[in-house]
């Protein structure tokens, strides 16, 4: 079974792991409810990965969002330096621990970037996280146009690990999965001038299922 599949996802595990030994251990030698503890605290991280099923449905060039959570920018910026090159459209969306952390393809298309950056981990929802957090780049080509498409995850205070299944050259479903990020925080997506945005600041939105836009 394909790992991205899981209803956990993989990543989980190093932290569960050791809990649920350190749950045994408080129970069975120590007592006093202490066990509790880290037994709950691995529940808390199986449900932070979980890894759930969805199945959206799109019009053709249309967006779905890459990740749960709520819209916190909308608007245009005057040059997208990463992978656009020029003039964009920017959507970012703030995740917070309660939301499903597996991020998925806004729409069909070809990996052509791909990138990790190192920085801080400053608050997600910050305006300036975007600028000078730890983060991964993902750009996509779409169509015979080749249309120019960027995702970037983002890490926070909590969330300080950003994981990218994908690889240059890949070629990526609509809402299929292509990474994660550990504990809270913020995915940016950079879209072509004259795209047709549905969502606005504030909206909330769920990965793979929520429209985010049309591209032109």
Not at 17 to 46: E, K, M, N, S
Not at 69 to 91: D, N, Q, R, S, T
């Amino acid at each position: 079974m394909d790992r991205k599949k899981w209803p956990i996802a993989a990543e989980a595990f190093p932290f569960v792991v050791p809990l649920a030994v350190l749950a045994i251990i408080f129970y069975y030698f120590i007592g006093y409810y202490l066990w509790l503890l880290p037994a709950a605290l691995a529940l808390f991280v199986l449900f932070f990965f979980r890894n759930p099923k969805r199945q959206g449905e799109a019009g053709e060039k249309e967006l779905l969002s890459p990740a749960d959570g709520k819209v916190m920018f909308v608007g245009e910026i005057p040059e997208e330096k990463e992978f656009l090159g020029g003039p964009a459209l920017k959507i970012s969306i703030f995740l917070n621990i309660y939301n499903v952390h597996i991020n998925r393809s806004p729409i069909e298309g070809k990996v052509e970037h791909v990138r990790y950056r190192k920085g801080q981990f400053i608050p997600a929802f910050k305006s300036h996280a975007s600028e000078i957090n730890e983060r991964n780049y993902l750009g996509l080509t779409v169509g015979a146009e080749k249309q120019k498409v960027l995702l970037v995850q983002i890490v926070g205070f909590v969330a300080r690990r950003v994981v990218c299944w994908s690889r240059v050259g890949e070629h990526l479903r609509q809402g299929e999965r292509f990474g994660l990020m550990k504990f809270g925080s913020c995915v940016e997506l950079y879209l072509p001038p004259g795209t047709e945005l549905y969502v606005k600041p504030g909206d909330k939105v769920k990965a793979g299922l929520t429209k985010l836009g049309r591209l032109p």
